[in-house]
């Protein structure tokens, strides 16, 4: 739906009766972590959801700075707050909401989509949220300590402040929830898979948008087994079959499976146990290590971030680059034989779409299985990077999980 474009017999009310147009109607994503509140606003076109504005406030509780964009890119503002303005999450969303009615004069925001890290075993795809589901939500805090406060912070805030304005829940773990059983367990006593300590896998909401984009842009590779990576600051693997997830390398939290910017990957649960009995470090020294400490900037000494290591010289940089590449291709070929083979490998989120090093890294390790890359298509960052021969296909495919966010709010709601 559309008031751009009236068609013919809405002109000619129109002209019997002149009134103001009404406003476009608009979604709001909201994406709340412990300092920062990143948002973006699409439009409801008929046909598709068009991004109009993409931002965040970072440094929430401590120098809050505001930063927005066009739906082009074009910077529209970018400023620091002064003093403690933005004491916490409900103060940003606050603020923000007033920014955003200043803001788009001629847009009405219909709906607000939030991404939230756990749903647990209960939720297994988008929610409409009222105060009964945000009690509900917030009862999976403890399996997402780190997150999920953050996540519904803004959803409560909102209850509150808009009670008009419908909200949904999308969830990094739904994706996942319909995967065998034995991908979703541990070898522990199995009372604690009945308390929900079992595998439940995140980037849910990406690896979704990548299923729906294959399915509309390259239905073969939907159809078959594809092991998807994602490799941003987090990263992950699913093995998808016909689209839908059965298998993945995060688990019970997101520190499990490859090594991240700043996690570990997976850990023999061993070290943790040394950790605290031979160096006295507490659970919560521990945990901070292993998700902030971690990772390419615990091995490099240099730096979280990819590209960085790529141009550094320093020793450490190439030995957390070396052991991402070995890491990763061994957590393909295990997504791999979670299919019983492979036929298309895609690479997605920030390393994955913007580093052909890496691919090709990644690619070269896992030759035996048939993975071919054609260099120049991957250095050009074409959609299909294999080798005409190649008998698995390999793909740079870039992710949206802020558009799967708003697609989802749309559809639960019927807005379109
Ligand atoms: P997040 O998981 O926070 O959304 P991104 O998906 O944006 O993160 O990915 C961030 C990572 O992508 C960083 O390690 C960054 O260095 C890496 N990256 C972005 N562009 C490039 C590039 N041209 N070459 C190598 N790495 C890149």
Avoid at 156 to 161: D, P, Q, T, V, Y
Avoid at 380 to 408: C, D, L
Wanted: charged share 15%; proline share 5%; with cysteine.
């Amino acid at each position: 739906m559309t008031y751009n474009t009236p068609s013919v017999a809405n002109a000619t009310a129109a002209s019997a009766l002149p009134t103001a147009p009404a406003p476009n109607r608009a979604v709001l994503m909201l994406n709340a972590g412990s300092s920062s509140l990143k948002f973006e606003v699409f439009d409801l076109q008929p046909a598709h959801l068009q991004c109009f504005l993409r931002g965040q406030i970072d440094g929430i509780g401590n120098h809050a700075h505001f930063k927005v964009k066009d739906g082009a890119g074009r910077a529209l503002r970018d400023a620091s707050f002064s003093g403690d303005a933005i004491t916490g999450q409900h103060a940003a969303l606050v603020w923000l909401l007033a920014w955003l009615q200043a803001h788009m004069v001629d847009r009405q925001l219909v709906a607000v989509g939030h991404r939230v890290v756990h749903g647990g075993t209960l939720f297994t795809q988008p929610i409409r949220v009222d105060a009964g589901i945000l009690q509900q939500l917030g009862a999976l805090v403890p399996l997402a300590p780190l997150h999920q406060p953050h996540n519904l912070a803004p959803i409560r805030s909102l209850l509150a402040e808009r009670p008009d304005l419908p909200q949904v829940a999308c969830f990094d773990t739904a994706f996942h929830h319909g995967q065998p059983p034995e991908a979703q367990m541990f070898a522990l006593p199995w009372r604690f898979h009945e308390d929900g300590v079992r595998r439940y896998g995140f980037h849910g909401l990406s690896y979704e948008y990548i299923a729906r984009t294959a399915k509309v842009q390259v239905p073969a590779l939907a159809a078959g087994r594809t092991v998807v990576a994602h490799l941003g600051n987090g990263v992950s693997l699913c093995a998808m079959l016909d689209g839908k997830s059965v298998a993945t390398t995060m688990g019970f939290t997101a520190l499990d499976g490859c090594p991240m910017g700043t996690r570990c990957g997976s850990l023999d649960a061993g070290v943790v146990i040394h950790l605290a009995r031979a160096y006295g470090m507490s659970i919560d020294a521990i945990e901070s290590m292993l998700y902030r400490d971690s990772g390419l900037l615990g091995l490099s000494g240099v730096s979280s971030d990819m590209q960085d290591l790529l141009e550094s010289s320093a020793p450490g940089a190439r030995r957390a680059v070396n052991y991402f590449v070995y890491q990763l291709s061994r957590e393909v070929a295990s997504m791999a034989a979670a299919m019983g083979g492979v036929d298309a490998l895609v690479f997605t989120a920030g390393i994955g779409e913007n580093s052909p090093q890496i691919r090709q890294a990644v690619c070269e390790r896992l030759a035996w299985m048939g993975v071919h890359m054609d260099a120049q298509a991957n250095a050009s960052g074409a959609a299909q990077i294999s080798a005409a021969n190649s008998p698995v296909s390999v793909w740079r495919i870039p992710t949206n999980e802020e558009q799967m966010i708003a697609e989802h709010t749309c559809e639960i709601l019927d807005l379109r």
